[in-house]
């Protein structure tokens, strides 16, 4: 691929990143079903999500950044602010209220502190098509593959996938409904 093919195609993900991140904007119901394969169990948990879009160069983008130690010319693109609450389905407790904001530059997300891993999370993704995105990431031996697909204005699914070793150890399905 030639230098401008290069720039051609880096335009149209950032404009596709930018496009679904701003169309995620909002409050979400978050229904979510866990498949643990090995022994079969199941657990059912409802999130709300608030996701506030990012433009380039704001304060939590430019943190974000320097967190993952970027180089000081690369700026992240665009990016969310995501706070969620966690109530379970099955037992109706309710877990802590956490957040994060996610950052994108070229095909790669970065993400913020908040999840209960030891080290900072960066993802690869791409675009299936301009409403499905795909992204992967690899932790502690395990990769994580995920899919998040907007359906219509109010609705987007999302499936992930955990495998460790070549085999597949946990199945998550999300059905997000916006709220506001």
Known sequence: ????????????????????????????????RYYALPNGKIREITKTVTMRFLEQGTPELIDLAKLHELDESAQLTCGSYVEWNTVDSETGDQGSKRWTVLGSLGTTMYFGRN????????????FRDPKTIYLWTEENGALFEEELKMIGKKYRTRQTVISRGGEQQMIAQYLEKIIQ
């Open 1 to 32: 691929m030639n230098q401008n093919n290069k720039g051609i195609a880096s335009q149209e993900q950032e404009s596709l990143i930018k496009n679904f991140l701003q169309e995620s904007n909002g409050e979400w119901c978050s229904q979510r």
């Open 115 to 126: 999840f209960p891993v030891p080290k900072l999370v960066v993802a690869e993704y791409y």
